[in-house]
């Protein structure tokens, strides 16, 4: 059970936009930034996102908010080098533990 | 450029010990956190430890406390997990992460990932 709530899986087609959601509790999202990581096929994950900071390099059809204890990542504009699993991810104050969501698996029809 | 490459993993028996290292370059080696990240196979992204810039402030996931030692050696930039009683849940690639913040608490990014090391537990 991840501290972290995400949905399993969205998809969209080429050029549609979706937007994935992590929520969590006041002791986690609730005082800290979230950041989003895309780890496509396995591979390392990489940052995409951090709070609404886009990482250089990182195409701007990707943004970033958060309400509350909930985050959200959207993509603007779906294309297939999007297809991937995204993690949300911050740290725990009572926890005194980074914690992750469990990921959400994006699809590209 | 910011570049973390581990090594050390491989089959180790249940009960045993494995050292990871994490040669770090391309970034001031004490003013960031680093953190290992573990991903057992199909499943998703488990957080392990974490070593502040100076390695005076280390923190644990549950799951690990007790039998894992995050360390770090200035001299040669490089971050250690020594794992100890190994069990078979502990099978996963690890990656060693760069954090954007001197210690974790401050809730920085995970800007850099190194490509994993594999660490497979069984008789």
Known sequence: QSALTQEASVSGTVGRKVTLFCTGNTNNIGSYTVGWYQQISHGAPKIVMFGNSLPSGIPDRFSGSKSGTTASLTISGLQPEDEATYYCSTWDYRLSARVFGGGTRVTVL | ?123
């Open chain 2, 1 to 123: 450029e910011v570049q973390l490459l581990e090594s050390g993993g491989g089959l180790v028996q249940p009960g045993g010990s494995l050292r990871l290292s994490c040669a770090a370059s391309g970034f001031i080696f004490t003013n960031y956190a680093v953190s290992w990240v573990r991903q057992a196979p199909g499943k998703g992204l488990e957080w392990v430890s974490v070593s502040s810039g100076s390695g005076g402030s280390t923190y644990y996931a549950d799951s690990v406390k007790g039998r894992f030692t995050i360390s770090r050696d200035t001299s040669k930039n490089t971050i250690y997990l020594q794992m100890n009683s190994l069990r078979a849940e502990d099978t996963a690639v690890y990656f060693c992460v760069k954090e954007s913040e001197v210690v974790a608490t401050l809730g920085g990014a995970m800007d850099y990932w190194g490509q994993g090391t594999l660490v497979s537990v069984s008789s």
